[in-house]
């Protein structure tokens, strides 16, 4: 699977921007689409994540409320649509993906197996 992340840029606090995390290769078994994301001099953490069948989402406690996760199966595309953003949610996301994904891995960067190439988004204050 090949992922490819798009849609980042720069934005004032309060604003949207909505991701695109668009997949080439199998989406069969537990695929599932997940977002993270890595601030300057900070790990890469979970922002959301997606389950292909049945659309189960999961979100860190950051984005719930702000940020959905979304998916269209014909186009084995993921979305992410952040709004009410603020400076802290700078930094690069990346898209991630396996086609082993259990519901209780779905927050763990080491669960998925491929990665996009990430895509920067600035919140500015």
């Known amino acids: 699977v090949q992922l490819q992340a798009s849609g980042g840029g720069l934005v004032q606090a309060g604003g949207s921007l909505g991701l695109s995390c668009a997949a080439s290769?199998?989406?069969?078994?537990?695929?599932?689409v997940g977002w993270f994301r890595q601030a300057p001099g900070k790990e890469r953490e979970f922002v959301a994540a997606i389950r292909w069948s049945g659309g189960t989402t999961v979100y860190a406690e950051s984005a719930k409320g702000r940020f959905t996760i979304s998916r269209d199966k014909t186009k084995k595309a993921a979305y992410l649509q952040m709004n009410s953003l603020k400076p802290e949610d700078t930094g690069v996301y990346y898209c991630?993906?396996?086609?082993?994904?259990?519901?209780?891995?779905?927050?763990?960067?080491?669960?998925?197996?491929?990665w996009g190439q990430g895509t920067q988004v600035t919140v500015s204050s």
């Open positions: 991630a993906a396996d086609n082993s994904i259990i519901l209780s891995s779905m927050r763990s960067r080491a669960a998925y197996k491929y």
């Open positions: 290769g199998s989406t069969a078994g537990s695929y599932a």
